[in-house]
């Protein structure tokens, strides 16, 4: 059952991270987008980080992907203009991928070459009240630092879209 | 094969494979907003990762990093869109080609 959700799930995200790349309208890449993150929260579940997967479902492919929704809608943006790529994006760009590719796997076998199957319920400690914990105890300067990020964030997006209401 | 349950490597391997498309993405796409959303491609693919290592060291850790990835991820798209909007005001456009010179 692990290995056939695994699988269905696995092959949805790769096949809608290949659509965000190749489709050249902005709209079908987000929502391929949106594709990719609820199939990696369901492959979160089934590695027992049931708080992960639930916080991606809510702030990634629920506020993040608004997010870019709206910008393009409301920036009104077709489709990419075709050609206009150098000769050495084309040429080049997909070798170099590849090879970057095969080190990344190269880099997975050498450091895991014996890897214990994932079994789905065998890791329990990734409910929100064990994440929770360790968020507010070990990690709680880095926790109490990001609320800084984030208000400094908000203050910048504030502050950007102001400038563009007084033109 | 079901009943055994799948390698961790095949985790990574995705991981792997949804980085490159991110990264492919980010390279050869000329629109600002999908190369945008190739950046958070590329961080959910190293979400990825930090929860399946997560799970072979059996530690919490890696999701509270994983949990950071997001916030971060958060705050920047909404700093980054604003940018976009900022310049597609001012060139009419959002096309990465046209976005040579940061001055207006």
Same mark, same amino acid.
């Given at each position: 059952?692990?290995?056939?959700?695994?699988?269905?799930?696995?092959?949805?995200?790769? &096949?809608?991270?290949?659509?965000?790349?190749?489709?050249?309208?902005?709209?079908?890449?987000?929502?391929?987008? @949106?594709?990719?993150?609820?199939?990696?929260?369901?492959?979160?579940?089934?590695?027992?980080?049931?708080? @992960?997967?639930?916080?991606?479902?809510?702030?990634?492919?629920?506020?993040?992907?608004?997010?870019?929704?709206?910008?393009?809608?409301?920036?009104?943006?077709?489709?990419?203009?075709?050609?206009?790529?150098? &000769?050495?994006?084309?040429?080049?760009?997909?070798?170099?991928?590849?090879?970057?590719?095969?080190?990344?796997?190269?880099? @997975?076998?050498?450091?895991?070459?014996?890897?214990?199957?994932?079994?789905?319920?065998?890791?329990?400690?990734?409910?929100?009240?064990?994440?929770?914990?360790?968020?507010?105890?070990?990690?709680? &300067?880095?926790?109490?630092?990001?609320?800084?990020?984030?208000?400094?964030?908000?203050?910048?997006?504030?502050?950007?879209?102001?400038?563009?209401?007084?033109? | 094969?079901?009943?055994? *349950?799948?390698?961790?490597?095949?985790?990574? !391997?995705?991981?792997?494979?949804?980085? +490159?498309?991110?990264?492919? *993405?980010?390279?050869?796409? /000329?629109?600002?907003?999908?190369?945008?959303?190739?950046?958070?491609?590329?961080?959910?693919?190293?979400?990825?990762?930090?929860?399946?290592?997560?799970?072979?060291?059996?530690?919490?850790? *890696?999701?509270?990093?994983?949990?950071?990835?997001?916030?971060?991820?958060?705050?920047?798209?909404?700093?980054?869109?604003? !940018? !976009?909007? +900022?310049?597609? /005001?001012?060139?009419?456009?959002?096309? !990465?080609?046209?976005?040579?010179?940061? /001055?207006?």
């Amino acid at each position: 059952m692990d290995g056939l959700l695994f699988l269905i799930f696995a092959s949805i995200a790769a &096949l809608c991270g290949l659509n965000v790349v190749i489709r050249r309208q902005p709209i079908v890449s987000a929502l391929s987008l @949106i594709g990719v993150m609820g199939s990696l929260a369901m492959l979160y579940l089934l590695l027992g980080a049931q708080f @992960i997967a639930a916080v991606q479902v809510i702030v990634y492919a629920g506020a993040v992907m608004v997010l870019f929704v709206m910008v393009i809608m409301l920036l009104n943006a077709g489709g990419e203009r075709p050609g206009g790529t150098s &000769l050495m994006a084309s040429t080049l760009g997909v070798p170099l991928l590849a090879a970057l590719f095969l080190a990344l796997a190269y880099v @997975i076998f050498a450091g895991f070459p014996d890897p214990e199957p994932v079994r789905f319920g065998e890791f329990r400690q990734g409910g929100a009240a064990e994440t929770g914990y360790a968020l507010f105890t070990r990690y709680l &300067l880095a926790f109490e630092l990001t609320s800084v990020l984030v208000l400094i964030a908000i203050a910048g997006a504030v502050v950007l879209a102001w400038r563009e209401v007084k033109r | 094969m079901t009943a055994a *349950g799948v390698p961790l490597s095949w985790y990574l !391997i995705l991981a792997a494979l949804l980085f +490159t498309l991110g990264a492919a *993405g980010f390279l050869l796409r /000329r629109n600002i907003i999908t190369m945008f959303m190739c950046v958070e491609l590329m961080l959910n693919a190293v979400n990825l990762t930090f929860v399946a290592l997560a799970y072979h060291l059996r530690q919490v850790d *890696g999701l509270v990093l994983a949990f950071f990835v997001m916030v971060v991820a958060a705050a920047e798209a909404a700093v980054g869109l604003a !940018i !976009i909007l +900022t310049v597609f /005001r001012n060139r009419a456009s959002v096309e !990465i080609d046209e976005v040579q010179a940061l /001055r207006d």
